[in-house]
């Protein structure tokens, strides 16, 4: 068990929707990362959030958003939903931000468009 | 910029033989290195790192994987497969995007199949 909570598991939704996903970090972690996995794209970065601000920003559509609250879980949300949003998406935590620290993953939400 | 690259998106051994799993990497620095391990349907756990104290890394579950700069490699050994191995494995590079702040770079991916 890596103490990263991501919720929900899975999530089935159709087209033009919007979603959001919910990541609790490892106790005492202050650093969220979101990571996309899909077939085609492999594992990609997201973006980063360091106790509640934003650090780093990847691959990240303008369609989705993240923000990180005070008690320090976060949320990504993906609107206007597309097929290829399809993906697992992970949240992982760390203690800082500017080292090397591996990150902790949770288990991932499964996200299904219709 | 960091980049990483597996060598092997399949391989396959028999239970009891050994395991061999490529990675190369580029890096403009010295480099911290990872290698994670994914089973069906969960997330990513991490087996070692590198990070300059010592050129060979052990991890859990019996797997090592040995840092050669000259080759710029990170190849992921163990000496005898075992059933429960089968997942697929991510040699990952700490890398950095502007500021300096850390990401991680993820290969493509080996799957790892261990037959009876």
């Known amino acids: 068990d890596s103490g990263v909570t991501q919720t929900p598991k899975h999530l089935i939704t159709a087209t033009g929707q919007r979603v959001t996903l919910r990541c609790s970090p490892r106790s005492g972690d202050l650093s969220v990362y979101w990571y996309q996995q899909s077939l085609d794209q492999g594992l990609q970065f997201l973006i980063q959030?360091?106790?509640?601000?934003?650090?780093a920003k990847g691959n990240i559509l303008e369609r989705f958003s993240a923000q990180q609250f005070p008690d320090l879980h976060s949320e990504l949300n993906l609107s206007s939903l597309e097929l290829g949003d399809s993906a697992l998406y992970f949240c992982a935590s760390s203690p800082r931000d500017r080292d090397s620290q591996p990150q902790h993953f949770g288990d991932g939400t499964r996200l299904s468009i219709l | 910029a960091q980049s990483v690259t597996q060598l092997d998106s399949h391989v396959s051994v028999s239970e009891g033989t050994p395991v061999l799993l490529r990675c190369n990497y580029s890096?403009?620095?010295?480099?911290?290195l990872f290698w994670y391990v994914q089973h069906p349907n969960k997330g990513l756990q991490l087996l070692l790192k590198y990070t300059s104290a010592a050129t060979l890394v052990k991890g859990i579950n019996g797997f090592e994987a040995e840092f050669k700069k000259s080759e710029t490699s990170f190849h992921l050994t163990k000496p005898s497969a075992h059933m429960s191995d089968a997942a697929e494995y991510f040699c990952?590079?700490?890398?950095?995007?502007?500021?300096?702040?850390?990401?991680?770079?993820f290969g493509a991916g080996t799957r790892l199949a261990v037959h009876p």
């Open positions: 890096s403009s620095y010295s480099p911290s």
């Open positions: 959030y360091y106790n509640g601000e934003e650090r």
């Open positions: 990952v590079v700490s890398g950095s995007v502007s500021g300096g702040y850390n990401k991680l770079i």
